[in-house]
């Protein structure tokens, strides 16, 4: 099943151009606002088939307090906030089978919300994680303040303003004639290879970020590099650059840290792993870029 590509979806209105800082405040006291809620890490979904995240702000009164919020945006004419809570609230939602609680990933796989939602959770995962670790101001160390709707943290100590960040990954599939280069990670699913990744560095350019991290994974030489598609990856705040390489050298040569195994396959190995088929080896989830990237080489 050629499923879409996860949280790329986003329907909302972000209103960043001319976010007002007083959206927050104007939402929360809005009957029509929409609440998308994170125990921790762990969103909070109205269960059904499909479930949404799409909360009413009634929900809020079941947890005695939360500790971050933000405006996302707007959905038609309908706010929507993201609200942190502590991990401890999932235990208020754990015996309740009017609700859910799932991590992210997950919700994707499973396919428990709309695929429209998949993005807006992301956001927020993204945001309210940035906001949990950085309350404190990285230029003098005071305290900081949410502001700008929960798009900046300002440091009424020293004046600074801190934005949220997301860090950029290449993935890359590496090409040589009719076969690909995947590798796969001790922490994988049983059977399961993927496109090489790493961070993209200061300084760097991602079609050099695509040479650097291959070689340095694989001992294999890159030439050529062109940009796919990207991905939101929450996990906590990446955008995943997913790029093809052509592959200019054959040996492969890992160190067997971060890989414990990396080899080239054919297309007719793809096409058994995507299928599902394949006696040895496994292709990643539908959710993922990578999966994407194997998939339109496969149809090259």
């Not at 754990?94 to 695929?115: C, K, N, T, W």
Request: with cysteine.
């Amino acid at each position: 099943m050629n499923r879409p590509i996860g949280y790329i979806t986003n329907p909302l209105v972000r209103h960043s151009a001319e976010r007002d800082p007083e959206a927050l405040a104007k939402a929360a006291q809005d009957p029509r606002t929409a609440m998308v809620i994170l125990a921790g890490d762990l969103p909070i979904l109205q269960a059904g088939e499909p479930g949404t995240s799409l909360l009413s702000a009634s929900v809020l009164n079941r947890i005695p307090g939360h500790q971050e919020q933000v405006f996302l945006g707007t959905l038609g004419d309908r706010p929507v906030l993201a609200t942190l809570a502590a991990p401890e609230a999932t235990e208020l939602f754990q015996d309740d089978p009017a609700f859910a609680v799932v991590d992210l990933r997950s919700i994707a796989v499973r396919g428990l919300v709309p695929e429209d939602e998949l993005g807006m959770l992301a956001m927020a995962k993204s945001l309210l994680d940035w906001h949990r670790r950085h309350r404190f101001c990285a230029n003098c160390g005071a305290p900081t303040s949410l502001a700008q709707a929960g798009f900046r943290r300002d440091c009424a100590a020293c004046g600074a303003q801190h934005f949220p960040r997301t860090d950029p990954v290449v993935i890359m599939l590496i090409t040589r004639g009719d076969k690909c280069l995947m590798g796969r990670q001790p922490r994988f699913v049983e059977k399961m290879y993927s496109c090489l990744a790493g961070f993209l560095e200061p300084g760097e350019t991602i079609e050099d970020a695509v040479r650097r991290e291959t070689f340095e994974e694989a001992g294999i030489r890159v030439g050529a590099v062109r940009y796919m598609t990207s991905q939101p990856w929450p996990f906590p705040s990446n955008i995943m650059i997913g790029c093809i390489g052509e592959a200019l050298t054959d040996e492969i040569a890992f160190d067997g840290e971060e890989l414990e195994d990396a080899r080239w396959f054919t297309k007719d190995d793809v096409r058994r792993m995507l299928d599902g088929s394949h006696e040895h080896y496994a292709a990643p989830s539908p959710i993922a870029i990578a999966n994407r990237l194997i998939r339109e080489w496969v149809k090259e």
